[in-house]
């Protein structure tokens, strides 16, 4: 199992950034896929983004290319979410999510952490 907690949520104006970290429990963060998902009030969680075990691979969701970068730092066993030119449609609660294999497709992460509130003010 891995445990996941994620931080750097806040309150940015449009056209700022923010970095999301999330920070996973184990000795095993390498054996994971890890995503970032995004949810506000009324609708169903959207995936953002995923990277692959060893970072090669990245994946984004269309409204987000270009300004939001995935990375992660194995050593440090933390998943991080780059947000660039943030747009008030941007503001929701993000997750950060874990699982053994890597998706693009159909994505249903097995662990998740809590999330972090994101909010752009336009």
């Known amino acids: 199992q891995v445990q996941l907690v994620e931080s750097g949520g806040g309150l940015v104006q449009a056209g700022g950034s923010l970095r999301l970290s999330c920070a996973a429990s184990g000795r095993t963060f390498n054996s994971y896929a890890m995503y970032w998902f995004r949810q506000v009030p009324g609708k169903e969680r959207e995936f953002v983004a995923a990277i692959s075990l060893g970072g090669g691979r990245t994946y984004y969701t269309d409204s987000v290319k270009g300004r939001f970068t995935i990375s992660r730092e194995n050593a440090q066993n933390t998943v991080y979410l780059q947000m660039n030119s943030l747009k008030f449609e941007d503001t929701a609660v993000y997750y950060c999510?874990?699982?053994?294999?890597?998706?693009?497709?159909?994505?249903?992460?097995?662990?998740w952490g809590q999330g972090t509130q994101v909010t752009v003010s336009s």
């Open positions: 999510a874990a699982d053994t294999s890597y998706m693009t497709v159909a994505v249903r992460p097995g662990y």
